[in-house]
C-alpha cells in the first residue's frame, strides 16, 4: 500500500464514494465502487518509495487533467485523493486519528488522550469564539 489512513465510513453512510464522486460520470462508475470507504484525508502515512514506484504523481495529475473538462467529483480535495489512492489505502487503527473535534462534544477524553493525532474536522475550532467550552 502506498497510504495508510483511518477509514470514515464507520461513522456514517455518507462517508463513502459515493457521496464525494460523479457515479453518473462513465469514468467515475467504470472505476469505482460508490461503497468504498472514505478515510480522514487530514493524517495519512505515506510509503514514498511505493509512491514513487507507482508513479502516483502520474495517476493524480491523469485524473485532474480529466475533471478539466467534466464534473467528475465535488469541490475539495479529499476526492482527488480518494481516487489517487483508491485500492492503496491500509486503514489504521482509529487511535491514530481521533476525528470528530470541531462537531462532536461527546468525543471520549480517553480516546482524545490517547490519540495519535487530534482533528478539529468541524467547525468547532478551539481558537474560536463558538469552540466547545470543555
Request: net charge neutral.
Amino acid at each position: 500500500m502506498v497510504n495508510g489512513a483511518v477509514e470514515t465510513c464507520k461513522e456514517s453512510f455518507f462517508h463513502r464514494f459515493h457521496t464525494y464522486l460523479n457515479f453518473s460520470d462513465i469514468l467515475i462508475k467504470q472505476n469505482f465502487d460508490p461503497n468504498a470507504c472514505g478515510w480522514a484525508y487530514g493524517m495519512n502515512i505515506f510509503d514514498l518509495k511505493e509512491w514513487k514506484k507507482r508513479n502516483i504523481t502520474r495517476i493524480y495529475h491523469q485524473w485532474q487533467s480529466l475533471k478539466a473538462d467534466r464534473m467528475l467529483w465535488k469541490l475539495g480535495s479529499l476526492p482527488p485523493g480518494l481516487i489517487t489512492f483508491y485500492n492503496l489505502t491500509y486503514p489504521l487503527d482509529r487511535s491514530w486519528h481521533v476525528l470528530g473535534l470541531g462537531y462532536d462534544a461527546e468525543v471520549n477524553s480517553t480516546e482524545i488522550e490517547n490519540a495519535g493525532v487530534v482533528h478539529y474536522n468541524g467547525n468547532y475550532k478551539p481558537w474560536l469564539e463558538l469552540a466547545f467550552p470543555h
